[in-house]
């Protein structure tokens, strides 16, 4: 995460696949500690407790990268793997995956158990809905009534995100942009202010958008 973005998911997802009878349940959820992935683990194997096998992987990026995964009693290489074959390949990060079996009574060998375990998994995290996060600044705008339809149309015009507006004796309005565009915000509203009005910054936050498919 060098330039203070990484792609992960934006929602819970899961995904329901059968295959000669065997049901395969794949769950999926954006996690920021390797805690948190644990615990998605434990509570969706609480969920299903008469499955045979619950596979899993999860990937956390913090001061230090982590990642693990289990094939919970699946042949060696044919659960956890794959799952976590799906994260890497698709570049997420902090990111969970289970996927639960429940046996259907017919084998279906060690390539049929690792497309199945890679296509639920990735149902999952397509359900999830992939995005890309960048690291923002948070503004706070306050102008008079005269100023804020001119401020938020340049607002939507440079695709700054906006938050909260209050209308009361003067408009307050929340926006957020990428680190790179902070100066662009600030001079854009105070030229637009003719010096009036000059955004306060007032923390970080995240930033959301579809990641490239290049």
Known sequence: MADDSFITLSKKGSSLIEIKGSEFIGRAMRVDTPEQAEDFVRNVRAEYPDARHTCYAWTVDGATHMQKYSDDGEP?????LPILSVLTKGGITNAVITVTRYFGGILLGKGGLVRAYTDSAAEAVKDAVPVKITTGQRYLISC????SEK??????ANEWQTGGIDYSDRVQIECMCSASESEKLIETVRDLSAGRVIPEKTGECELMQKPSEE
């Open 144 to 147: 008079g009534y005269d100023m």
């Open 151 to 156: 401020i938020l149309f340049a607002l939507k």
């Open 76 to 80: 060696s290489g044919t659960g956890g």
